[in-house]
């Protein structure tokens, strides 16, 4: 089975469009994280997110939300989608919002904005 | 500035030979991890290995081993005996564990081609 999964794989949408992306873990963990990877393979921290408390990078536009239903689910919203949000975007789950626990990640989302 | 360094934009290693990936860092929290994470062209991320900044001795994980020296900030990747499949994108990363949220901050990877 799966421990982290998201979808869609592939997402090719229109600018100014509204879109959300699932992830869902089986790991029974209590924390959730987004990433994105721009084109030149680079990976930044986007939110990250437990029962008690959501940490949002100060880069992220507000645009972007996350949305957890409970603890096994983190969608990533995205309203009015910009060209410069075409990326790869991973979710990524651990054990515990402290300590130093690996993190997994999801197959990753490629996110394609015309 | 740069919280995780990794110099090699990319390299070159002969198959069954082994290769060192650089990683420096820079933190001032005295309780921080360093990950390693591989990602093939499929483009899935792949933990590696895990080195905490209290642990004696060099993790090792199979053919992967950190080379960790605290003094010097750095935590560089050992892979021995490279195999055709190493040919990935490798990323260094740390959280520090007083970072809220304790995300993880990515270098900006090294990518390895073995070369048959």
């Known amino acids: 089975d799966t421990a982290v999964s998201q979808t869609p794989k592939y997402l090719v949408t229109q600018m100014g469009n509204d879109k959300s992306i699932k992830c869902e873990q089986n790991?029974?963990?209590?924390?959730m994280y987004w990433y994105k990877q721009d084109s030149k393979k680079f990976l930044k921290i986007m939110f990250s997110y437990n029962n008690k408390e959501l940490i949002i990078n100060e880069t992220v536009p507000n645009r972007f939300s996350p949305k957890s239903p409970d603890k096994a689910h983190l969608n990533l919203h995205i309203n009015s989608l910009e060209l410069g949000d075409s990326a790869v975007y991973f979710c990524?789950?651990?054990?515990?919002?402290?300590?130093?626990?690996?993190?997994?990640f999801g197959p990753g989302t490629r996110l394609t904005v015309t | 500035a740069q919280k995780i360094t990794q110099t090699q934009p990319g390299m070159f290693v002969q198959e069954k030979e082994a290769v060192t990936l650089d990683c420096t860092y820079d933190?001032?929290?005295?309780?921080?991890?360093l990950f390693w994470y591989k990602q093939p062209s499929s483009g899935e991320m792949i933990f590696l290995i895990y080195q905490g900044s209290y642990d004696q001795q060099n993790a090792t994980e199979g053919r992967y081993s950190l080379n960790f020296q605290k003094a010097r900030k750095s935590a560089n990747l050992v892979i021995s005996a490279s195999q055709l499949g190493d040919s990935a994108m490798y990323f260094c990363a740390m959280r520090e564990e007083n970072n809220a949220g304790n995300m993880l901050t990515f270098g900006g990877g090294t990518r390895l081609m073995v070369k048959p």
């Open positions: 790991l029974g963990h209590d924390t």
């Open positions: 990524a789950s651990s054990q515990g919002a402290s300590g130093l626990y690996e993190q997994y």
């Open positions: 933190t001032s929290d005295p309780s921080y991890g």
